[in-house]
Protein backbone atom coordinates (compact mmCIF):
# COMPACT_ATOMS: atom_id res chain seq x y z
CA UNK A 1 0.00 0.00 0.00
CA UNK A 2 0.70 3.86 -0.41
CA UNK A 3 -0.05 6.70 2.20
CA UNK A 4 -0.30 9.86 0.06
CA UNK A 5 -0.30 13.56 1.94
CA UNK A 6 -0.93 16.85 -0.10
CA UNK A 7 0.81 20.05 0.96
CA UNK A 8 1.36 23.65 -1.32
CA UNK A 9 -2.44 24.78 -1.28
CA UNK A 10 -3.06 28.47 -0.64
CA UNK A 11 -4.76 31.36 -2.45
CA UNK A 12 -3.71 33.29 -5.23
CA UNK A 13 -4.28 35.79 -7.50
CA UNK A 14 -5.14 34.69 -11.00
CA UNK A 15 -2.04 34.84 -13.62
CA UNK A 16 0.10 33.36 -10.59
CA UNK A 17 1.35 30.28 -10.15
CA UNK A 18 1.83 27.73 -7.16
CA UNK A 19 3.17 24.57 -6.60
CA UNK A 20 1.60 21.15 -5.11
CA UNK A 21 3.33 18.61 -3.68
CA UNK A 22 2.71 14.83 -2.81
CA UNK A 23 4.42 13.37 -0.37
CA UNK A 24 4.29 9.44 -1.07
CA UNK A 25 5.14 6.36 1.87
CA UNK A 26 6.02 3.07 0.58
CA UNK A 27 8.48 0.40 -0.83
CA UNK A 28 6.11 0.46 -4.25
CA UNK A 29 5.83 3.73 -4.92
CA UNK A 30 8.24 3.50 -7.81
CA UNK A 31 5.46 0.82 -9.40
CA UNK A 32 2.02 3.65 -8.93
CA UNK A 33 0.81 5.79 -12.27
CA UNK A 34 0.41 8.84 -9.85
CA UNK A 35 -2.17 11.88 -10.64
CA UNK A 36 -3.96 14.78 -10.03
CA UNK A 37 -7.58 15.34 -9.45
CA UNK A 38 -10.01 18.20 -8.38
CA UNK A 39 -13.38 19.09 -7.05
CA UNK A 40 -14.53 22.45 -7.12
CA UNK A 41 -17.68 23.55 -4.85
CA UNK A 42 -20.73 21.80 -6.42
CA UNK A 43 -19.06 20.47 -9.26
CA UNK A 44 -18.22 16.34 -9.79
CA UNK A 45 -14.16 15.66 -9.17
CA UNK A 46 -12.33 16.24 -12.49
CA UNK A 47 -9.55 14.52 -13.84
CA UNK A 48 -6.32 17.41 -13.96
CA UNK A 49 -2.74 15.12 -14.70
CA UNK A 50 -1.27 11.92 -14.46
CA UNK A 51 2.27 10.73 -15.37
CA UNK A 52 3.78 7.05 -15.17
CA UNK A 53 5.74 5.69 -12.73
CA UNK A 54 8.84 6.31 -14.91
CA UNK A 55 8.44 9.57 -15.51
CA UNK A 56 8.22 8.74 -19.45
CA UNK A 57 4.50 9.67 -20.05
CA UNK A 58 2.36 12.18 -18.86
CA UNK A 59 -1.30 13.09 -19.37
CA UNK A 60 -3.78 16.38 -18.78
CA UNK A 61 -6.94 17.26 -19.22
CA UNK A 62 -7.60 20.25 -21.81
CA UNK A 63 -9.01 22.59 -19.24
CA UNK A 64 -5.09 22.36 -17.69
CA UNK A 65 -2.76 21.50 -20.92
CA UNK A 66 -0.65 23.69 -21.55
CA UNK A 67 -0.73 25.30 -17.85
CA UNK A 68 -0.12 22.72 -15.54
CA UNK A 69 2.75 20.61 -15.76
CA UNK A 70 2.94 17.39 -13.57
CA UNK A 71 6.32 15.41 -12.69
CA UNK A 72 7.71 13.18 -10.14
CA UNK A 73 11.06 12.34 -8.11
CA UNK A 74 11.21 8.53 -7.11
CA UNK A 75 14.28 9.62 -5.12
CA UNK A 76 12.14 11.64 -2.42
CA UNK A 77 9.29 9.68 -3.25
CA UNK A 78 7.27 12.98 -4.16
CA UNK A 79 4.42 14.04 -7.61
CA UNK A 80 4.48 17.33 -7.84
CA UNK A 81 2.00 19.74 -9.52
CA UNK A 82 3.27 22.87 -11.44
CA UNK A 83 0.53 25.73 -12.03
CA UNK A 84 0.89 28.31 -13.90
CA UNK A 85 -1.53 30.93 -15.48
CA UNK A 86 -3.75 30.38 -12.43
CA UNK A 87 -7.60 30.96 -13.37
CA UNK A 88 -10.36 31.68 -11.07
CA UNK A 89 -12.10 28.01 -12.52
CA UNK A 90 -9.19 26.49 -10.90
CA UNK A 91 -10.11 27.05 -7.64
CA UNK A 92 -11.03 23.52 -6.44
CA UNK A 93 -9.42 20.78 -3.58
CA UNK A 94 -6.46 19.24 -5.36
CA UNK A 95 -5.82 15.33 -4.22
CA UNK A 96 -3.12 13.59 -5.00
CA UNK A 97 -3.58 9.50 -6.10
CA UNK A 98 -2.41 6.65 -7.42
CA UNK A 99 -2.98 3.38 -9.40
CA UNK A 100 -0.60 0.24 -9.79
CA UNK A 101 -3.12 -0.50 -13.09
CA UNK A 102 -3.46 1.80 -16.70
CA UNK A 103 -2.32 5.50 -15.96
CA UNK A 104 -4.41 8.29 -17.08
CA UNK A 105 -8.05 9.94 -17.39
CA UNK A 106 -10.07 6.71 -17.05
CA UNK A 107 -7.78 5.03 -14.83
CA UNK A 108 -9.28 3.45 -11.49
CA UNK A 109 -7.09 5.21 -8.71
CA UNK A 110 -6.70 3.21 -5.36
CA UNK A 111 -5.33 5.41 -3.09
CA UNK A 112 -5.80 9.29 -2.43
CA UNK A 113 -4.71 11.93 -0.23
CA UNK A 114 -6.68 14.40 1.97
CA UNK A 115 -6.59 16.67 -0.43
CA UNK A 116 -5.09 20.82 -0.78
CA UNK A 117 -7.49 23.88 -1.08
CA UNK A 118 -6.53 26.04 -3.94
CA UNK A 119 -8.30 29.09 -4.05
CA UNK A 120 -7.76 31.64 -7.12
CA UNK A 121 -8.89 35.09 -6.87
CA UNK A 122 -10.14 37.11 -10.02
Known amino acids: QVQLVESGGGLVQAGGSLRLSCAAS????????MAWLRQAPGKEREFAAA????????FYSDSVKGRFTISRDNAKNSVYLQMNSLKPEDTAVYYC???????????????WGEGTQVTISS
Open 97 to 111: AATTSACGRGARYDY
Open 26 to 33: GRTFRSYC
Open 51 to 58: ITWTGSFT
